[in-house]
């Protein structure tokens, strides 16, 4: 059964620092690409990062380019997002979500998605 | 970046009755469209992807359709379980991956 369990959100102010894990089981973490996707208060949905299946490649959107990092660990079936210098904006639940393609060197779209962590950015 | 556009922005339906959702893509992007189900508090869930294939364990009444830009989620005959907010969500050309702003359907 294929789990993805986010943790490391919270409350922090401004320009500060967030690292969110997301934990998964079920599935051959190595052999797919997983994305990062929030959720605002109230609003819907937002894509955030993609990291390929071996790591190589990665993708952001716009707003957080350079502030925001995917990674993941393959000998802990783990992935993660480094926020850095986290705006009012920044505040949303964060979803880990894996990616349908088997070890492709593109993305797709999502299978599977975790529960969530929420991140609060306020003074 | 393509614009996912979702219509309308709320319905509002009868248990049993057919539900009709579009979403319109701002450029051609084939058949690379999924939906996606949400309940309050809850984590999205796939229900359909390649614009009219249905994810594993998703009920028949579920069907999608179209190509290019027009695209369409019919729930044949709404049961109080499917009462939520659905997103479709373009991956033929990215990044970014894009959504459309969300239908939520709700009881008459």
């Known amino acids: 059964q294929v789990q993805l369990v986010e943790s490391g959100g919270g409350v922090v102010q401004p320009g500060e620092s967030l690292r969110l894990s997301c934990a998964v089981s079920?599935?051959?973490?190595?052999?797919?690409?997983m994305h990062w996707v929030r959720q605002a208060p109230g609003k819907g949905l937002e894509w955030v990062a993609f990291?390929?299946?071996?790591?190589?490649?990665?993708y952001y959107t716009d707003s957080v380019k350079g502030r925001f990092t995917v990674s993941r660990d393959k000998s802990k079936n783990t992935l993660f997002l480094q926020m850095n210098s986290l705006r009012a904006e920044d505040t949303a639940v964060y979803y880990c979500?894996?990616?349908?393609?088997?070890?492709?060197?593109?993305?797709?779209?999502?299978?599977?998605w975790g529960q969530g962590t929420p991140v609060t950015v306020s003074s | 970046e393509i614009v996912m556009t979702q219509s309308p922005a709320t319905l509002s339906v009868s248990p049993g009755e057919r539900a009709t959702l579009s979403c319109r893509a701002s450029?051609?992007?084939?058949?690379?469209l999924a939906w996606y189900q949400q309940k309050p508090g809850q984590a999205p869930r796939l229900l359909i992807y390649?614009?009219?294939t249905r994810a594993t364990g998703i009920p028949a009444r579920f069907s999608g359709s179209g190509s290019g830009t027009e695209f369409t989620l019919t729930i044949s005959s709404l049961q109080s379980e499917d009462f939520a907010v659905y997103y479709c969500?373009?991956?033929?050309?990215?990044?970014?991956?894009?959504f459309g702003q969300g239908t939520t359907v709700e009881i008459k």
């Open positions: 979500a894996k990616d349908h393609i088997l070890t492709g060197y593109y993305g797709s779209f999502i299978d599977w």
């Open positions: 079920g599935f051959t973490f190595s052999s797919y690409g």
């Open positions: 990291i390929w299946y071996n790591g190589r490649n990665e």
């Open positions: 450029q051609n992007i084939g058949s690379d």
């Open positions: 390649d614009a009219s």
């Open positions: 969500q373009q991956y033929n050309n990215w990044p970014p991956w894009t």
